[in-house]
């Protein structure tokens, strides 16, 4: 299937590079482009894409808002952040808001397909390593670390003890084949323990499970 991509960024230039580096893929399709984030809210209703590149620094509405929109509305769209700097303040907060992971800007039209694909297929983009260092630098930046709404309503609570210990070995950063080795079962008992951990406590992907279990104490930054 073709994915669907809307690009959303203040930039002329960098709208219209992207398109060209999407455009040349034959399974990728720019819907259309953003210029603000309420713009891209907006658009997202208009042409429901698959996935959306969103800057995070932009006019009217910055792109932490739009994603927190476009989540809540609870349509199909992924959100993939776009970013200068790898180590952004603002992509904490963006991933808290619901996106799938965050992608620099000046990565590579393999790296830009690559992580289209993946958010699209509905997994984080970010590697385990990178994970793991996102995670643990943005949660240092939290003063007062809060629990996300489910782990407010005790939600985690209802994770088995074997559920648990997937959550906190993702929020380390492992893959689903190195869980499956340090646990010694098979990878697609893995991915269904994953499914379920995502289902029970209201996620969308690894990198929002890796949030919760910081955010819920579950694991600390080292």
């Known amino acids: 299937m073709t994915i669907r991509v809307l690009i959303a960024d203040d930039q002329m230039m960098v709208r219209e590079g992207f398109s060209v580096l999407l455009g040349a893929m034959p399974d990728i399709e720019v819907v259309g482009e953003a210029v603000n984030g309420r713009d891209a809210v907006e658009r997202v209703r208009e042409l429901a894409p698959d996935v959306v590149l969103m800057d995070i620094r932009m006019p009217e509405m910055n792109g932490i808002e739009a994603t927190r929109e476009i989540v809540a509305a609870d349509g199909a769209a992924k959100v993939l952040v776009l970013t200068t700097f790898d180590l952004d303040e603002y992509v904490y907060q963006a991933l808290r808001a619901g996106a799938s992971g965050?992608?620099?800007k000046?990565?590579?039209?393999?790296?830009?397909?690559?992580?289209?694909?993946?958010?699209?297929?509905?997994?984080?983009?970010?590697?385990?390593?990178?994970?793991?260092?996102?995670?643990?630098?943005?949660s240092k930046l939290s003063e007062t670390p809060r629990l996300m709404?489910?782990?407010?309503?005790?939600?985690?609570?209802?994770?088995?003890?074997?559920?648990?210990e997937v959550l906190v070995l993702i929020a380390q950063g492992l893959s689903n084949g190195e869980i499956?080795?340090?646990?010694v079962v098979a990878e697609s008992t893995i991915k269904t323990h994953v499914s379920r951990v995502l289902v029970k406590l209201g996620l969308r992907d690894r990198t929002q499970a890796a949030v919760f279990a910081y955010e819920a104490r579950l694991v600390r930054p080292s």
């Open 106 to 138: 000046d990565a590579s039209a393999r790296q830009l397909a690559d992580g289209v694909r993946v958010v699209a297929a509905g997994e984080a983009l970010l590697a385990p390593s990178v994970t793991r260092r996102l995670i643990t630098e943005f």
């Open 102 to 104: 965050f992608l620099l």
């Open 180 to 183: 499956a080795e340090r646990l």
């Open 149 to 164: 709404p489910s782990a407010q309503q005790g939600t985690y609570g209802d994770l088995t003890e074997r559920e648990t």
